[in-house]
């Protein structure tokens, strides 16, 4: 059973552009949470996602950034217009149902220049 | 609003040394707490999570505790190893929804 996978694990974008990172959760999780870390601070919760639905979102800016979990295929989170200060790393987590152990992926290293 | 304390910042301790790492929380009304092991310029893996009902979870050298009355919850490493070296991250549930709130996080260091 593979684990959460991420994609791509490095991403360069210069200022403007529009960033895609993908998150395929663990098989049979339906569930997938979308999570920031910037340089020296802690992981900040941005969104929470079940197929097709946006149940908490929360955590996301108001502006630029979007995400969603289409029945066939990944979740995506997507930064339009990215800044130098989308420069973090976006991890992904998944599980089977709301209250149970939380599985992440290895992350997405967006580097805006 | 919630807010997730780990203290200490950062410890160094010898190889054969047992490690204690804090957490504490503002608000006891949460559904399950997950401790979190991160490696430099990697993702997290999950060490042990705690049920609201739980008092504490084992897994190995690992031992977490939790009480939810005082908000706090303490994570054991017993011998610690040069391999277990990397950021211990503690992760509150806030809601039903399953989001998490983390912590900033305790560097360890095991020296051989």
């Known amino acids: 059973n593979a684990g959460v996978m991420q994609n791509p694990r490095h991403l360069v974008r210069r200022r403007g552009q529009e960033a895609r990172l993908r998150c395929s959760p663990m098989?049979?999780?339906?569930?997938v949470y979308w999570y920031r870390q910037l340089p020296e601070e802690g992981l900040k919760f941005m969104v929470y996602?079940?197929?097709?639905?946006?149940?908490?979102e929360s955590g996301m800016p108001k502006e630029r950034f979007s995400a969603e979990f289409p029945k066939e295929g990944p979740s995506i989170l997507r930064i339009q217009q990215v800044v130098r200060g989308d420069s973090a790393a976006y991890f992904c987590?998944?599980?089977?149902?709301?209250?149970?152990?939380?599985?992440f992926g290895p992350g997405t290293r967006l580097t805006v220049t | 609003k919630q807010e997730v304390t780990q203290i200490p910042a950062a410890l160094s301790v010898p190889e054969g040394e047992n490690l204690v790492l804090n957490c504490s929380f503002t608000?006891?009304?949460?559904?399950?707490l997950q401790w979190f092991r991160q490696d430099p310029g990697k993702g997290l893996t999950s060490l042990l999570l705690?049920?609201?009902?739980?008092r504490e979870q084992t897994s190995g050298r690992l031992n977490a505790s939790l009480d939810k009355s005082s908000g706090r919850s303490t994570l054991y490493i017993a011998a610690s190893q040069p391999g277990d070296s990397a950021t211990y991250l503690c992760?509150?549930?806030?809601?039903?929804?399953?989001?998490?709130?983390f912590g900033a996080g305790t560097q360890v260091v095991v020296t051989p």
């Open positions: 987590a998944s599980s089977p149902g709301n209250s149970y152990e939380q599985y």
């Open positions: 098989k049979g999780h339906s569930h």
């Open positions: 996602l079940q197929k097709e639905n946006i149940i908490d």
């Open positions: 608000d006891s009304a949460i559904y399950n």
């Open positions: 705690i049920q609201s009902s739980q």
């Open positions: 992760a509150v549930q806030t809601d039903s929804w399953g989001k998490f709130q």
